[in-house]
């Protein structure tokens, strides 16, 4: 059974930054069930958007705009493990962000088209 393990999030002041971290278990990483790994996020009283995207076989890149230039995705395939670099971190950012893995998803950041799921990590960014 395919587990996803995030950690990483914490508190920092505006322009901070942050990396977060997804260790996969259960399946080797850039199988078939694992095709993409995202991002995700989730602020109380909002809906769940995605951040970013990332084709584990040939590691194409995909963003949200409202991260573009600041986040940057990337995978260690050897270690099972997928990140998530946030710098110039904004109040904004503030959310629980998840990790998530697809097989072919038709929506790269939906979070609709995501199978596997982690428990999230809280990422809170004071002004």
């Known amino acids: 059974q395919v587990q996803l393990v995030e950690s990483g999030g914490g508190s920092v002041q505006a322009g901070g930054s942050l990396r977060l971290s997804c260790a996969v278990f259960g399946y080797t990483y850039s199988t078939y069930y694992m095709g993409y790994m995202g991002w995700f996020r989730q602020a109380p009283g909002k809906e769940r958007e995605g951040v970013a995207s990332?084709?584990?076989?040939?590691?194409?890149?995909y963003y949200a705009d409202s991260v573009k230039g600041r986040f940057t995705i990337s995978q260690d395939n050897a270690k099972n493990t997928l990140y998530l670099q946030m710098n110039s971190l904004q109040p904004e950012d503030t959310a629980m962000y998840y990790c998530?893995?697809?097989?072919?998803?038709?929506?790269?950041?939906?979070?609709?088209?995501?199978?596997?799921w982690g428990q999230g990590t809280q990422v809170t960014v004071s002004s």
């Open positions: 998530a893995a697809s097989t072919s998803p038709s929506r790269l950041l939906h979070p609709a088209e995501y199978n596997y």
């Open positions: 990332i084709y584990t076989y040939g590691g194409d890149t």
